[in-house]
Nanobody, 126 residues
Framework: QVQLVESGGGSVQAGGSLRLSCAAS????????MGWFRQAPGKEREGVAT???????SYGGSVKGRFTISQDNAIFTAYLQMNSLKPEDTAMYYC????????????????????WGQGTQVTVSS
C-alpha cells in the first residue's frame, strides 16, 4: 500500500511560492525522519530538507533561507514550504522516509532513504 503521498506541486513563476504536503503512515512517520529530495531530468537526486521527530531541520545549501520543512505529528504529515522559487528549483519533488543513524550517542537523520513517494512536479518559469 502507498505510505507516502505527496501533493501540492504545480507551476509557478519565479519568485513565487508553493507548499508541498506529504501524508505518511503512522509507522513510517514514527520510525524515520521525514525528508524531501528532488530530481530534475538528467541530474542526480538532490537532498532538499530533513526533519527529525524533535523538529530539528536540515537543508541543502541551495535552498537554505528559502525553503522550510515542517511536520504535524497529529496527522503524520510533513510539509515543504517553498518561497522565492527559482527556475533551477524545477524538478520532481519526492517525500522520503530518511533512515536514522546512531552517532556520538545520539540519533541523527542520515542520508539514506528507506522509501519515497510517487513525487510531485514543481515547475518554475522565468
Amino acid at each position: 500500500q502507498v505510505q507516502l503521498v505527496e501533493s501540492g506541486g504545480g507551476s509557478v513563476q519565479a519568485g513565487g511560492s508553493l507548499r508541498l504536503s506529504c501524508a505518511a503512515s503512522r509507522y513510517i512517520y514514527s520510525t524515520y525522519c521525514m525528508g524531501w529530495f528532488r530530481q530534475a531530468p538528467g541530474k542526480e537526486r538532490e537532498g532538499v530538507a530533513t526533519i527529525d521527530s524533535d523538529g530539528s531541520a536540515s537543508y541543502g545549501g541551495s535552498v537554505k533561507g528559502r525553503f522550510t520543512i515542517s511536520q504535524d505529528n497529529a496527522i503524520f504529515t510533513a510539509y515543504l514550504q517553498m518561497n522565492s522559487l527559482k527556475p533551477e528549483d524545477t524538478a520532481m519533488y519526492y517525500c522520503a522516509a530518511v533512515k536514522r543513524i546512531w552517532n556520538g550517542g545520539r540519533w541523527h537523520c542520515g542520508l539514506e532513504y528507506a522509501g519515497w513517494g510517487q513525487g510531485t512536479q514543481v515547475t518554475v518559469s522565468s
